[in-house]
């Protein structure tokens, strides 16, 4: 069963424009979520958190929403960049962050120039 | 500080071999999360070690096993190797495993199974 959902493989956003990925999880139990990023040949990168106290956090050009009725949350990333272009991935912890991170599959993002 | 340390970076092996891996975490994380990609199911967790302990464990068959040393280096290893086996191993370094601190990921191994 698969706890955290990012159910789009792949987005294709013009440059400039907005691109939002989202996710969704199932287990109620999951209070700090976080998205990485992943370029080809290299490991994911962390990108930005938020915990559930929160339904917003913001770091430059990304920014994070919570929606905890929904169990949902989705990444905007504003303006879009062709450097931007990579897989994003979602993960979900539970206990404030105590316990180990569960992965989505993934979403391919492709800015185009 | 040095990052997180996979080796090797490439592998091809043969249906029926086994193969190690190595990843050797940043200086002072005690715990090693290993992770299999594949395109079609993302990140799927393999297990977790913490101090020389395996802590959690992911719905692998068993020719699949890892361990820890004192100086929190760790090895997985395949056995019987299958096609399917073919993937980018990750390996994951964090302080205490926890979500909160986040994980700093190696660039994997990419294994191939012929």
């Known amino acids: 069963d698969q706890q955290v959902k990012q159910n789009s493989p792949s987005l294709s956003v013009q440059e400039g424009r907005i691109s939002i990925l989202n996710c969704d999880y199932t287990?109620?139990?999951?209070?700090?979520f976080l998205w990485y990023k992943k370029y080809p040949a290299e490991g994911p990168t962390f990108l930005i958190s938020?915990?559930?106290?929160?339904d917003k956090n913001e770091d430059g050009r990304f920014t994070v929403f919570l929606n905890k009725s929904a169990k949902h949350l989705s990444l905007h990333i504003v303006p879009s960049q062709p450097g931007d272009s990579a897989v994003y991935f979602c993960?979900?912890?539970?206990?404030?962050?105590?316990?180990?991170?569960?992965f989505g599959k993934g979403t391919k993002l492709t800015v185009n120039p | 500080k040095a990052g997180v340390t996979q080796t090797p970076r490439y592998l091809i092996k043969t249906r029926g071999q086994q193969v190690t891996l190595s990843c050797s975490p940043i200086?002072?994380?005690?715990?090693v999360s290993w992770y299999q990609q594949t395109p079609g199911q993302g990140l799927q967790f393999l297990f977790e070690?913490?101090?020389?302990?395996?802590?959690n464990k992911g719905n692998f068959p068993g020719r699949f096993s890892g361990r820890q040393f004192s100086n929190s280096r760790s090895e997985m290893n395949v056995s019987t190797l299958e096609l399917g086996d073919s993937a980018l191993y990750l390996c994951?370094?964090?302080?205490?495993?926890?979500?909160?601190?986040?994980?700093?990921f190696g660039s994997g191994t990419r294994l191939t199974v012929v």
């Open positions: 994951a370094s964090s302080l205490d495993g926890t979500g909160i601190r986040g994980y700093t």
């Open positions: 287990n109620s139990m999951f209070d700090y």
């Open positions: 938020i915990s559930s106290i929160k």
């Open positions: 993960a979900a912890s539970a206990e404030g962050g105590s316990e180990k991170l569960v």
């Open positions: 200086s002072g994380h005690r715990s």
């Open positions: 070690y913490f101090s020389e302990t395996q802590r």
